[in-house]
């Protein structure tokens, strides 16, 4: 039976290279992003892939992404909760509260969000994955990102919380901790970071590679590798584990 693949943010980055990855191997995908033009370009490179544009933080658009997608898979077997934003870079006194608020609503809520509806029908089915993405952010202190920080070290506890819950069903849940992957998105930290440290970008990218035992930053292809194996019966005794994909950090980058 082909797999029946759900993908939150989807149309770029880390989640597009996850959602090309399961339709190359067979899969039947339905990702959803909040941009629009990513989604677009989804679709047009990869017809078999079903997008759908959709805020994660909003309740009701998560059910009805769910009642679409499960209408077009006709059930789920893999869900990966993968949207997520780097928050606001800046020491805890300088920090809003309403912006620490919204990375902790993307990056943790929305995962309880779609977990709250997979869970069910995975446990009817006595079977699924669902892979939580964390960061390796989630395993260490992370000086100038806490919101961000905060919300994956909780993505690591929800995970292995609802392994146990899951776990008597045979449904498996893990969580992914990628390093630096290289992309847009891995620029703006650098940028942003640099500018609060008073630093070049250059320096504060070789900080980051500094601490790994593989110097280079990691590529969203090795994340999607991951999450196949995870899905796959290969992994079948394998849940509630927070596995990192980062060229082992060493001493993690602590921005000061």
Known sequence: MLQRVM?????????????????????????CDVDEKALGAVTETYSQIAATHVDVTDEEAIDQWFDEALDDLDGIDVLVNNAGIKGPTGYVEELKLDDWRECLSVCLDAQFLRARRAAPLMKDQRSGSIINISSTAGLFGYGLRTPYAAAKWAVIGFTKSLAVELGPYDVRVNAICPGTVEGPRME?????????????????????????????????????????????????????????????????????
Request: charged share 20%; glycine share 10%; net charge positive.
């Open 7 to 31: 993908i939150t943010a989807g149309g770029s980055g880390i989640g597009w290279a996850i959602a090309k990855a399961f339709a190359d191997a067979g899969a039947k995908v339905h990702i």
């Open 188 to 256: 703006r930290v650098i940028r942003a970071e640099a500018e609060s440290r008073g630093l070049s970008a250059d320096l504060v990218r070789r900080d980051y590679i500094q601490g790994q035992s593989i110097k280079r930053f990691v590529r969203p292809e090795e994340i999607a590798d991951m999450c196949l194996f995870l899905a796959s019966p290969a992994a079948k005794m394998v849940t509630g584990q927070a596995i990192s994909v980062d060229g082992h950090s060493e001493t993690f980058h602590i921005g000061s």
